[in-house]
């Protein structure tokens, strides 16, 4: 048991790790051996608490956490015990990922900003994002994000439209699927092919295509968590 109040938690891929942060500035390392928890001790320690993310990189190494005044920390858990390094980006962070093809983190802002950062990284840097068929026009607010196909794609919802974004050599390229809004909750299915979104004003479910945008179902009946 945590001595301190736990902020947030996140367990390793194949579910032998889990990761604790705890609202002192601590992440703590836990053990899962059958249907006991072994403290591992301090996996790196941060300047206060308020983590409201954490996620880990494929491999086990890099862990990401964020929400202390507006920072965003990388944590090398090889290192235990060691201070964690600091990205700061502008505004709150609203979802973040791995993106395997560039090997780096990156980081959405609820301002529509995209960062890109390497788990050693002193600094984060803005990555490349393309709005296709919006030049000069940024992403705007964002209210809700969600990844899919192991960081390939990401879904994002601005004040009128949900975004979907690609992966590619040169950075990431967001296309438009739907016109509506606001949005808080979406799903994509397991194959990632279908994107499921709750409509804040109507409450209905709709279920989209992620290839070119198509409505396949709307459910009128309210729902508000996948």
């Known amino acids: 048991r945590s001595p301190a109040k736990v902020e947030a938690v996140q367990a390793s891929a194949d579910g032998k790790r889990l990761w604790v942060a705890e609202a002192t500035g601590t992440l703590r390392e836990v053990q899962i051996e059958g249907d006991r928890l072994l403290d ?21 190494r890099w862990l990401l956490l964020s929400g202390y005044q507006h920072r965003v920390y990388s944590c090398d858990l090889q290192r235990h015990g060691e201070s964690a390094y600091a990205w700061p980006i502008s505004g709150r962070l609203a979802l973040a990922w791995f993106d395997a093809v560039h090997d780096s983190w990156l980081m959405m ?3 529509g900003d995209l960062w890109q950062a390497r788990g050693n990284d002193r600094e984060a840097k803005r990555a490349v994002l ?21 960081g390939r794609h990401v879904a994002l919802a601005t004040a009128d439209s949900v ?12 296309s438009k699927l739907a016109k509506m809004g606001p949005v808080q909750v979406m799903a994509f299915s397991p194959d990632g092919e279908r994107l499921a979104v709750v409509e804040d004003r109507s409450s209905k479910v709709l279920v989209i295509r992620c290839r070119d945008g198509e409505r396949l179902a709307e459910l009128d009946h309210g729902a508000q968590v996948f």
Request: proline fraction near 5%.
């Open 109 to 111: 802002s609820d301002g």
């Open 130 to 150: 393309v709005l296709e068929g919006s030049a000069g026009r940024t992403l705007g607010e964002v209210s809700a994000g969600i990844i899919a196909l192991a």
């Open 163 to 174: 975004w979907l974004g690609r992966s590619q050599p040169a950075g990431w390229t967001f």
């Open 40 to 60: 591992a001790g301090v996996a790196c320690r941060l300047p206060a608490g308020d983590v409201r993310h954490l996620s880990v990189a494929p491999g086990g």
